[in-house]
Nanobody, 123 residues
Framework: QLQLVESGGGLVQPGGSLRLSCAAS????????IGWFRQAPGKEREGVSC????????NYADSVKGRFTISRDNAKNTVYLQMNSLKPEDTAVYYC????????????????WGQGTQVTVSS
């Protein structure tokens, strides 16, 4: 059974860091592009970052460029999102998703989604 499980969320002060993990099972991650998304209360889901199946290509939302870094370890079937210089506006539930593709795809092309992990940035 294909499953994506996010972890690493929590409460952090502004300016702090967190590293989210997205562990995949039931699929060979090498063939999938992985995206990170977030949804804050009362707001629509937004794309944060994506990484190609090889890891050679990455995309970031303007709001997180220079602060977030996406990476993957296909041998561990895991994708990471390193989040630095966190701001209160980064508070949201963060989701990872997978699409059978070599390169990043539109949001509606992602077939598999995790349950999400809460990130709260507050003093």
């Amino acid at each position: 059974q294909l499953q994506l499980v996010e972890s690493g969320g929590g409460l952090v002060q502004p300016g702090g860091s967190l590293r989210l993990s997205c562990a995949a099972s039931g699929l060979i991650l090498d063939y999938y592009v992985i995206g990170w998304f977030r949804q804050a209360p009362g707001k629509e889901r937004e794309g944060v970052s994506c990484i190609s199946s090889s890891g050679r290509s990455t995309n970031y939302a303007d709001s997180v460029k220079g602060r977030f870094t996406i990476s993957r370890d296909n041998a561990k079937n895991t994708v990471y999102l390193q989040m630095n210089s966190l701001k209160p506006e980064d508070t949201a539930v963060y989701y990872c998703a997978a699409a059978l593709s070599f390169s990043c795809v539109p949001t509606d092309a992602y077939n598999y989604w995790g349950q999400g992990t809460q990130v709260t940035v507050s003093s």
